[in-house]
């Protein structure tokens, strides 16, 4: 009886570990979030935009974005974007901007700061103010006049470019020659 019992163990035991070790495995090229049982990038979920309960978000926005921690120019994340199949992310409606504030969540604390597609350079001197999405060479606000400044209103600077701050998603700007972590997202037919 107590040779079952301690066999019946020991093949739970042997059981539990290996269903543990399966299911802590990751696909290459993810990463694991410290402390948590998400991942870095969520590329094969059907439910990428959707919040951890697998909801749709009341306001819906197609757009899958992808964040990467190195730290770069703008122009190199522009670039290392598109080496990856995809573009710098634009935010160019309310709908996109939950959509990324649900979705760069699980990384706040790692950086505090990802380029996005808004920049000025190139504007002429009295079209400062004149920021774009380099992706689709749209003004910012051409959709529905969104625009997400944390100080309210876009910068009286030429030659910036745009980042998002922290999980508020607010924007930033800086000069394009400085480094920051930069989101991606998946390229969408204009």
Not at 108 to 121: C, D, K, M, P
């Amino acid at each position: 009886m107590f040779d079952k019992t301690l066999c019946s163990s020991f093949l739970i035991l042997l059981c539990v570990q290996l269903l543990a070790a399966t299911t802590t495995k990751l696909v290459p090229g993810l990463a694991k979030v410290p402390g948590t049982n998400l991942t870095r990038s969520h590329r094969n979920s059907a439910v990428n935009n959707f919040p951890i309960n697998g909801l749709p978000p009341l306001t819906y926005s197609t757009k899958k974005y992808f964040f990467y921690d190195e730290g770069v120019t703008f122009l190199e994340a522009w670039n290392l974007c598109r080496e990856k199949g995809q573009r710098l992310a634009a935010i160019e409606s309310y709908q996109d901007h939950v959509a990324y504030k649900e979705q760069v969540a699980p990384y706040v604390g790692y950086e505090t700061s990802h380029w996005i597609a808004a920049t000025n350079i190139g504007a002429s001197s009295h079209d400062y103010r004149k920021f774009y999405w380099i992706t689709n060479d749209r003004p910012i606000g051409y959709i529905n006049g969104f625009s997400n400044w944390i100080e309210g209103e876009a910068p009286n600077d030429n030659d910036l470019c745009v980042a998002t701050y922290l999980g508020s998603a607010m924007w930033i700007y800086g000069s394009c020659t400085s480094s920051s972590s930069y989101a991606c997202e998946e390229p969408h037919d204009v």
